[in-house]
């Protein structure tokens, strides 16, 4: 069974800087692909970023330059970097995966494509 796991979230200023965590167990980290994704009050659920085998990486034009996502193989935990955070950034963000049948991992963000999905984490700024 897939559990995932954020942790992470907080209040910041506009400008501040926070960093999520996904905690994905040793099976899943190697079998699924994995994203970030956010969904703000009213709001369609957006994908903001996912990360190939090889580390590379691929971003929502809304955060790409301010957020990274990376991969930690020891810990088996997926990361996102979030800098210069805007109000509008304000969300519950959720890590997700997916079937590698549906393609290599890194290809995609549509919110249809990813199966399992974790509880979120609450980010909010303050302008």
């Known amino acids: 069974q897939v559990q995932l796991v954020e942790s992470g979230g907080g209040s910041v200023q506009a400008g501040g800087s926070l960093t999520l965590s996904c905690e994905v167990g040793?099976?899943?980290?190697?079998?699924?692909?994995m994203a970030w994704f956010r969904q703000a009050p009213g709001m369609e659920r957006e994908g903001l970023a996912d990360?190939?085998?090889?580390?590379?990486?691929h971003y929502a034009a809304s955060v790409k330059a301010r957020f990274t996502i990376s991969r930690d193989n020891g810990k088996h935990t997926l990361n996102l970097q979030m800098d210069n955070l805007k109000p509008e950034d304000s969300a519950m963000y959720y890590c997700?995966?997916?079937?590698?049948?549906?393609?290599?991992?890194?290809?995609?963000?549509?919110?249809?494509?990813?199966?399992?999905w974790g509880p979120g984490t609450q980010v909010t700024v303050s302008p």
């Open positions: 990360i190939r085998d090889d580390g590379g990486t």
């Open positions: 040793a099976y899943t980290y190697s079998k699924y692909c």
């Open positions: 997700a995966t997916r079937s590698r049948g549906r393609g290599p991992c890194g290809t995609g963000i549509a919110r249809y494509d990813y199966d399992y």
